[in-house]
Nanobody, 124 residues
Framework: QVQLVESGGGLVQAGDSLRLSCAASGGSFSYYAMAWFRQSPGKERENVAA????????HYDDSVQGRFTISRDNAKNTVYLQMNNLKPEDTATYYCAASSTVHIANTERPYEYWGQGTQVTVSS
């Protein structure tokens, strides 16, 4: 069983940057594809970015392409989300998730393990 703990959220202004971290424990981190999702009030949870077990491939939602970067450090059991040029519409709770069954995925179903989320608020 993998436990995921996100950190790094906060209140920032439009145009600022944040880096989210997700620390994994209790499993073989390099065995899991990882992803970041986000959910804002009244909306469904949506995928932001995903990364393969080795980090060789990544996928981004069109809304964050060119602004966000997902990466991982398997030696530190951590996945990151670097968020640049933040916009008010990026305001949401951000969750990391782990999947042992897929190479990479941008939907919720394959992800068995989820963190508790970290809040990101971007003011205009």
């Amino acid at each position: 069983q993998v436990q995921l703990v996100e950190s790094g959220g906060g209140l920032v202004q439009a145009g600022d940057s944040l880096r989210l971290s997700c620390a994994a424990s209790g499993g073989s981190f390099s065995y899991y594809a990882m992803a970041w999702f986000r959910q804002s009030p009244g909306k469904e949870r949506e995928n932001v970015a995903a990364i393969t077990r080795t980090g060789s491939s990544t996928h981004y939602d069109d809304s964050v392409q060119g602004r966000f970067t997902i990466s991982r450090d398997n030696a530190k059991n951590t996945v990151y989300l670097q968020m640049n040029n933040l916009k008010p519409e990026d305001t949401a709770t951000y969750y990391c998730a782990a999947s042992s069954t897929v190479h990479i995925a941008n939907t919720e179903r394959p992800y068995e393990y989820w963190g508790q989320g970290t809040q990101v608020t971007v003011s205009s």
